[in-house]
């Protein structure tokens, strides 16, 4: 960890630069602010655009673990935050059973309860172990893809750094976690949670950026491939008739598809048969080849 | 710099001269509230807490700040970036906004001339009916006079939406399903740890999404109130799981308008945001733009799409097969209900409903309230 990475959003962006992420400015100031300010960050945008490769390239610039969240439809609390080992917990009660003598009835409720929501039955889940591992990165990715439920259930624990286990007693962070959330707005969020956090919507980047992201996350790769890549990327992402527009992800995986194959230029035949790393869409492969035809005989 | 120029005083954009720092943040987070943005109280201070935290000595550092604190989606750019230009004359050069995710272009087509079919003759009154109450669930919404019109509008109340489901994630107690181990060991534990009966769940039933596309064009101008008046009442249903959008020369998203409980004033507020009243059909395209920019992202996904709409497309009508096609790929059910399937001598020979008809589950009526109680029937169902 750099000691001066967050004195200002110029050292971070050069700090976040350095793991080969590269934020524009204003996304290295909301980053900053996200981080001084104690606040969550979400990040909406379209998919392949960094928004998850960012919480990755914060923890490894903090130093500190990278927790993810996964959401998904139907998500509950109890896998974001912990649930019991009840397999075991059973198996236990049946062995004390065995082994149980003449004790009072009262006083053995009570010993088995203390033993069996113990520390050893406990198995716990992204959100609790963001709050007893702290500092940390909490990735919650695809927030848009749970319900209002879980969402005012997270909104409560970005909003004390606790939760607290009947069992157990509260669990709270004596650091707060860095907290970044996604969304690919599948549906709005509610505003009380967008309150809560900083808000920003990342585009795509353009022709400069994205080729300098190719260059800084694949240095091995030659020059004028990235380049004929990314111009060609850039030229397709601008069609509004594409069903789903490759992001950066998809540049990379398709730069990094063609250097295994040990090319130096783009030409018909191997864009064609790499195509399927960067377009998912018979109807969109289409467009590319037009695209890439326009581009060779320009 | 793209300073737009500041337009003067039309929503208080402009920044008074000799004020404090303090004032002018305070004041230009209120211009924002001013412009429609969702700036409440906390936000303001979380803008200031920003603010104080970049420092006021590079503007851009001050636009970001605002930008995270101040708006809460892309669509609120736009009216950011114009408060912000009239406020502090300009905006960072590397603030690419756009005012939301770009749009089909919007190229009017003229308006439907010769009106073929939906000249309100084939008006059929079912005799067979008891009180002017029922009569009138079947007769035909286009043709009704003001009276009768706003004693259906009474009537609508008697619609019952009821939200399709699925089979959630979560669990509930039941009889029958799998070992609900939490459950049992408690129940163990209240018994001084004999083991008792096994405890059982299964999976709970969760609504199913619900989509409806409401053609507002100039064919359906005396549909459109009902239809949408439908959409209301499907929306009250299940205000969580149901989405509206009016179909036209474009695509608007109406669904925040019909949330409001009261009829007239959510039809009021939808009519607000709707540009392209009685316009022409682009139901192709307006169908891949809801895809792209709502459908594929999970919209769609498993829900119950209605298209509302008398299929009058003149352009492009294998886009429009192809679309439904999509549609239909992603979408659990799709229901096309037309006003005029149900009328005597119809035929479904409109080159749009030709082009989508083998993209769709179910084609049914949509003239009347009883044609309308049907049709959330197939909803239901679904």
């Not at chain 1, 520390?119 to 609790?128: G, I, S, T």
């Not at chain 1, 060609?232 to 295994?260: F, H, I, M």
């Not at chain 2, 294998?318 to 999509?326: D, K, N, S």
């Given at each position: 960890?750099?000691?001066?990475?967050?004195?200002?959003?110029?050292?971070?962006?050069?700090?976040?630069?350095?793991?080969?992420?590269?934020?524009?400015?204003?996304?290295?100031?909301?980053?900053?602010?996200?981080?001084?300010?104690?606040?969550?960050?979400?990040?909406?945008?379209?998919?392949?655009?960094?928004?998850?490769?960012?919480?990755?390239?914060?923890?490894?610039?903090?130093?500190?673990?990278?927790?993810?969240?996964?959401?998904?439809?139907?998500?509950?609390?109890?896998?974001?935050?912990?649930?019991?080992?009840?397999?075991?917990?059973?198996?236990?009660?049946?062995?004390?059973?065995?082994?149980?003598?003449?004790?009072?009835?009262?006083?053995?409720?009570?010993?088995?309860?203390?033993?069996?929501?113990?520390?050893?039955?406990?198995?716990?889940?992204?959100?609790?172990?963001?709050?007893?591992?702290?500092?940390?990165?909490?990735?919650?990715?695809?927030?848009?893809?749970?319900?209002?439920?879980?969402?005012?259930?997270?909104?409560?624990?970005?909003?004390?750094?606790?939760?607290?286990?009947?069992?157990?007693?509260?669990?709270?962070?004596?650091?707060?976690?860095?907290?970044?959330?996604?969304?690919?707005?599948?549906?709005?969020?509610?505003?009380?949670?967008?309150?809560?956090?900083?808000?920003?919507?990342?585009?795509?980047?353009?022709?400069?950026?994205?080729?300098?992201?190719?260059?800084?996350?694949?240095?091995?790769?030659?020059?004028?491939?990235?380049?004929?890549?990314?111009?060609?990327?850039?030229?397709?992402?601008?069609?509004?008739?594409?069903?789903?527009?490759?992001?950066?992800?998809?540049?990379?995986?398709?730069?990094?598809?063609?250097?295994?194959?040990?090319?130096?230029?783009?030409?018909?035949?191997?864009?064609?048969?790499?195509?399927?790393?960067?377009?998912?869409?018979?109807?969109?492969?289409?467009?590319?080849?037009?695209?890439?035809?326009?581009?060779?005989?320009? | 710099?793209?300073?737009?120029?500041?337009?003067?005083?039309?929503?208080?954009?402009?920044?008074?001269?000799?004020?404090?720092?303090?004032?002018?943040?305070?004041?230009?987070?209120?211009?924002?509230?001013?412009?429609?943005?969702?700036?409440?109280?906390?936000?303001?201070?979380?803008?200031?807490?920003?603010?104080?935290?970049?420092?006021?000595?590079?503007?851009?550092?001050?636009?970001?700040?605002?930008?995270?604190?101040?708006?809460?989606?892309?669509?609120?750019?736009?009216?950011?970036?114009?408060?912000?230009?009239?406020?502090?004359?300009?905006?960072?050069?590397?603030?690419?906004?756009?005012?939301?995710?770009?749009?089909?272009?919007?190229?009017?087509?003229?308006?439907?001339?010769?009106?073929?079919?939906?000249?309100a003759?084939g008006q059929e009154m079912l005799h067979a009916l008891a009180s002017a109450q029922e009569v009138l669930r079947y007769r035909d919404v286009a043709g009704l006079s003001?009276a009768d019109r706003a004693a259906l509008r009474r009537q609508f109340t008697t619609l019952r939406?009821?939200?399709?489901?699925?089979?959630?994630?979560?669990?509930?107690?039941?009889?029958?399903?799998?070992?609900?181990?939490?459950?049992?060991?408690?129940?163990?534990?209240?018994?001084?740890?004999?083991?008792?009966?096994?405890?059982?769940?299964?999976?709970?039933?969760?609504?199913?999404?619900?989509?409806?596309?409401?053609?507002?064009?100039?064919?359906?101008?005396?549909?459109?109130?009902a239809?949408?008046?439908?959409?209301?009442?499907?929306?009250?249903?299940?205000?969580?799981?149901?989405?509206?959008?009016?179909?036209?020369?474009?695509?608007?998203?109406?669904?925040?308008?019909?949330?409001?409980?009261?009829?007239?004033?959510?039809?009021?507020?939808?009519?607000?945001?709707?540009?392209?009243?009685?316009?022409?059909?682009?139901?192709?395209?307006?169908?891949?733009?809801?895809?792209?920019?709502?459908?594929?992202?999970?919209?769609?996904?498993?829900?119950?799409?209605?298209?509302?709409?008398?299929?009058?497309?003149?352009?492009?009508?294998?886009?429009?097969?192809?679309?439904?096609?999509?549609?239909?790929?992603?979408?659990?059910?799709?229901?096309?209900?037309?006003p005029?399937?149900g009328k005597a001598?119809?035929?479904?020979?409109?080159?749009?409903?030709?082009?989508?008809?083998?993209?769709?589950?179910?084609?049914?009526a949509g003239h009347s309230l009883a044609t309308f109680e049907e049709l959330l029937d197939?909803?239901?169902?679904?």
């Amino acid at each position: 960890m750099h000691a001066d990475a967050l004195t200002s959003p110029d050292t971070l962006s050069a700090a976040l630069a350095e793991t080969a992420y590269l934020a524009d400015d204003g996304l290295a100031t909301v980053t900053w602010l996200a981080h001084t300010l104690q606040r969550p960050l979400l990040l909406e945008g379209e998919p392949g655009t960094g928004k998850t490769a960012l919480a990755e390239a914060i923890a490894q610039l903090l130093d500190v673990p990278l927790i993810r969240l996964q959401c998904y439809e139907g998500i509950e609390a109890s896998q974001a935050l912990y649930d019991w080992d009840f397999p075991r917990q059973i198996l236990h009660l049946r062995a004390v059973e065995a082994l149980a003598q003449e004790a009072t009835a009262g006083q053995r409720v009570e010993e088995l309860e203390a033993e069996l929501f113990d520390e050893r039955f406990l198995q716990a889940r992204p959100v609790l172990r963001a709050l007893r591992e702290a500092p940390c990165v909490l990735l919650v990715d695809e927030i848009d893809r749970a319900d209002d439920e879980f969402e005012a259930f997270l909104l409560e624990v970005l909003s004390t750094w606790s939760v607290s286990i009947p069992e157990l007693g509260v669990v709270a962070a004596d650091t707060p976690p860095f907290v970044v959330l996604t969304s690919n707005r599948t549906r709005e969020l509610h505003d009380a949670l967008k309150r809560r956090c900083l808000y920003h919507w990342i585009e795509h980047p353009g022709l400069e950026r994205e080729l300098a992201i190719v260059r800084a996350r694949l240095p091995q790769v030659e020059e004028t491939l990235a380049r004929e890549v990314v111009t060609l990327v850039q030229q397709v992402r601008d069609d509004e008739s594409l069903v789903k527009p490759p992001g950066v992800a998809e540049t990379l995986d398709w730069v990094r598809a063609l250097a295994a194959l040990g090319r130096s230029r783009l030409d018909p035949e191997v864009a064609a048969a790499t195509m399927g790393a960067a377009v998912k869409y018979r109807e969109d492969a289409e467009r590319v080849r037009v695209a890439l035809d326009r581009m060779l005989a320009g | 710099m793209s300073a737009d120029a500041p337009d003067a005083g039309a929503d208080g954009s402009t920044r008074p001269e000799g004020w404090g720092a303090g004032q002018v943040l305070a004041g230009f987070a209120r211009a924002c509230r001013g412009a429609g943005l969702p700036v409440t109280a906390d936000r303001e201070r979380t803008f200031l807490q920003a603010c104080a935290a970049v420092g006021l000595g590079e503007q851009a550092r001050v636009y970001w700040a605002g930008r995270a604190t101040l708006t809460a989606s892309p669509a609120d750019l736009g009216a950011y970036d114009r408060v912000f230009g009239g406020w502090f004359g300009g905006v960072p050069l590397d603030a690419v906004s756009r005012e939301e995710p770009p749009r089909p272009t919007t190229v009017q087509s003229p308006l439907e001339d010769g009106r073929g079919e939906d000249d309100a003759d084939g008006q059929e009154m079912l005799h067979a009916l008891a009180s002017a109450q029922e009569v009138l669930r079947y007769r035909d919404v286009a043709g009704l006079s003001p009276a009768d019109r706003a004693a259906l509008r009474r009537q609508f109340t008697t619609l019952r939406p009821r939200p399709p489901t699925r089979r959630g994630r979560r669990h509930t107690r039941s009889r029958r399903g799998e070992v609900d181990g939490r459950a049992t060991v408690r129940a163990h534990l209240r018994n001084l740890g004999e083991p008792t009966r096994i405890r059982w769940r299964e999976q709970a039933v969760r609504r199913r999404g619900v989509v409806l596309l409401v053609d507002v064009s100039g064919s359906m101008s005396s549909y459109a109130d009902a239809l949408l008046r439908l959409a209301h009442t499907v929306v009250q249903s299940a205000p969580a799981s149901t989405e509206v959008f009016t179909v036209g020369t474009r695509l608007t998203h109406v669904t925040r308008a019909l949330r409001e409980r009261d009829p007239d004033r959510a039809l009021l507020a939808a009519g607000e945001t709707v540009p392209d009243w009685s316009g022409g059909t682009r139901l192709g395209e307006a169908v891949e733009v809801f895809l792209r920019r709502w459908g594929r992202r999970g919209m769609a996904r498993g829900a119950v799409v209605v298209v509302l709409s008398d299929g009058w497309e003149r352009q492009a009508l294998e886009a429009l097969g192809e679309q439904m096609r999509r549609l239909r790929s992603l979408a659990h059910r799709v229901v096309w209900a037309n006003p005029h399937r149900g009328k005597a001598g119809y035929a479904p020979v409109q080159a749009g409903i030709v082009a989508a008809l083998p993209h769709v589950d179910d084609f049914v009526a949509g003239h009347s309230l009883a044609t309308f109680e049907e049709l959330l029937d197939v909803i239901a169902r679904a």
